[in-house]
């Protein structure tokens, strides 16, 4: 399992950057899937099918999960899928500013908050998805909340300065960090998350009649007072059909054609599966807790001066308690997850 920022992030991140304006603010994609449908005749059909997306944001808003994100409409025709199909897709990005392609390839799920939202541990765990949890110490933990209790009720700027004071100060006092796997909360904070991020025109588009239903008479003044925002629905009217569609990468082919040799293509590959089951991880970290603790009662001493330089230097005191956490938590740290290829374009 790893929290590493993927090598092609970085790459995808920048064209994406070069390839924005004024004229094109968003970064449009094709995504394709493989859907398979039932004759009249019994009979299984199998059939390849595209369309043109928006690209919205890492999943979670952090680019070290390597997942995309797209909004859907959960009555739309993607989500026609029978329950033992694979969720594979292929995605296409062209960038015509700078003459790059990306074809990504993968796994994708959704989550609304129509749906169960039950993304098996497997799949997170091969994907690396995780919530990162940093715990502080309960004792400063309560002063603050006092302070802020106090600010609260007597409105006082010095206590409001003291309060942020204290916090400042608490930034060292890190206990532990953790990973777990997300849990429903965490599925429904990051859906109302990507839907505040959309415009009111946006969001209308979610309350429209659904896709592909034929047009009546009806319907078409539906959708013209929808289109002149007279329908007299609120704002999170349609929010039910909302979806937050999360592509998992496993292949990324890229293509460089303004490179001088006549192009450049690289292919990056996920090369390790960590399939670890979150009782397993729970466990992982009870036994190291164990341990530290054994150790932090034979170095009394010691422990007190870790605890003083994470006060001092609390940014440096995070990134080596992250590692620390991540080595024995079963999240590979410096092992290669990705493949990376150079080959003829």
Same mark, same amino acid.
């Given at each position: 399992m790893?929290?590493?920022?993927?090598?092609?992030?970085?790459?995808? &991140?920048?064209? @994406?950057?070069?390839?924005?304006?004024?004229? /094109?603010?968003?970064?449009?994609?094709?995504?394709?899937?493989?859907?398979?449908?039932?004759?009249?005749?019994?009979?299984?059909?199998?059939k390849p099918c595209v369309r043109t997306v928006v690209l919205r944001d890492f999943l979670f808003n952090d680019k070290k999960t390597n997942v995309l994100t797209f909004n859907t409409d959960l009555r739309s025709g993607k989500m026609n899928v029978h329950d033992n199909q694979r969720h594979f897709f292929e995605s296409c990005f062209y960038f015509p500013g700078t003459? =790059? &392609?990306?074809?990504?390839?993968?796994?994708?799920?959704? %989550?609304?908050?129509?749906?169960?939202?039950?993304?098996?541990?497997?799949?997170?765990?091969?994907?690396?998805?995780?919530?990162?949890?940093?715990?502080?110490?309960?004792?400063?933990?309560?002063?603050i909340t006092s302070k802020t209790t106090t600010n609260i009720n007597t409105n006082d700027v010095d206590d409001e300065n003291n309060m942020k004071e204290l916090e400042k100060e608490d930034e060292g006092e890190i206990t532990d960090i953790i990973y777990r796997f997300p849990e429903s909360q965490d599925w429904i904070d990051e859906v109302m998350r990507e839907w505040s991020s959309l415009s009111r025109g946006a969001k209308s588009l979610y309350r429209k009649p659904p896709p592909g239903e034929i047009l009546t008479n009806e319907t078409s003044?539906?959708?013209?007072?929808?289109?002149?925002? %007279?329908?007299?629905?609120?704002?999170?009217?349609?929010? =039910?059909?909302?979806?937050?569609? @999360?592509?998992?990468?496993?292949?990324?082919?890229?293509?460089?054609?303004?490179?001088?040799?006549?192009?450049?293509?690289?292919?990056?590959?996920? @090369?390790?599966?960590?399939?670890?089951?979150?009782?397993?991880?729970?466990?992982?970290?009870?036994?190291?807790?164990?341990?530290?603790?054994?150790?932090?009662?034979?170095?009394?001493?010691?422990?007190?001066?870790?605890?003083? =330089?994470? /006060?001092?230097? /609390?940014? =440096?005191?995070?990134?080596?308690k992250e590692e620390e956490v991540e080595e024995v938590c079963g999240i590979i740290s410096g092992q290669e997850l990705w493949t990376e290829e150079e080959v003829c374009p």
């Amino acid at each position: 399992m790893s929290r590493q920022m993927a090598p092609w992030v970085p790459l995808f &991140q920048q064209s @994406c950057k070069n390839n924005l304006n004024e004229k /094109h603010p968003f970064t449009p994609f094709q995504f394709s899937t493989v859907e398979i449908s039932t004759n009249e005749d019994g009979t299984e059909e199998v059939k390849p099918c595209v369309r043109t997306v928006v690209l919205r944001d890492f999943l979670f808003n952090d680019k070290k999960t390597n997942v995309l994100t797209f909004n859907t409409d959960l009555r739309s025709g993607k989500m026609n899928v029978h329950d033992n199909q694979r969720h594979f897709f292929e995605s296409c990005f062209y960038f015509p500013g700078t003459w =790059e &392609q990306y074809r990504l390839s993968g796994e994708w799920f959704c %989550v609304s908050l129509n749906g169960e939202n039950e993304i098996a541990d497997s799949k997170l765990a091969k994907y690396g998805i995780l919530i990162k949890e940093v715990i502080r110490s309960n004792d400063k933990t309560n002063e603050i909340t006092s302070k802020t209790t106090t600010n609260i009720n007597t409105n006082d700027v010095d206590d409001e300065n003291n309060m942020k004071e204290l916090e400042k100060e608490d930034e060292g006092e890190i206990t532990d960090i953790i990973y777990r796997f997300p849990e429903s909360q965490d599925w429904i904070d990051e859906v109302m998350r990507e839907w505040s991020s959309l415009s009111r025109g946006a969001k209308s588009l979610y309350r429209k009649p659904p896709p592909g239903e034929i047009l009546t008479n009806e319907t078409s003044k539906k959708l013209d007072k929808i289109q002149r925002g %007279v329908d007299g629905a609120k704002e999170d009217a349609g929010l =039910e059909n909302f979806g937050v569609m @999360c592509l998992c990468i496993d292949k990324v082919d890229y293509l460089n054609l303004k490179d001088g040799r006549g192009g450049e293509r690289r292919v990056f590959k996920r @090369c390790f599966d960590a399939v670890l089951s979150e009782s397993d991880l729970e466990e992982e970290h009870d036994d190291t807790t164990i341990n530290n603790n054994d150790n932090d009662n034979d170095n009394d001493d010691q422990k007190g001066e870790i605890v003083q =330089e994470e /006060h001092e230097e /609390h940014d =440096e005191g995070v990134e080596e308690k992250e590692e620390e956490v991540e080595e024995v938590c079963g999240i590979i740290s410096g092992q290669e997850l990705w493949t990376e290829e150079e080959v003829c374009p």
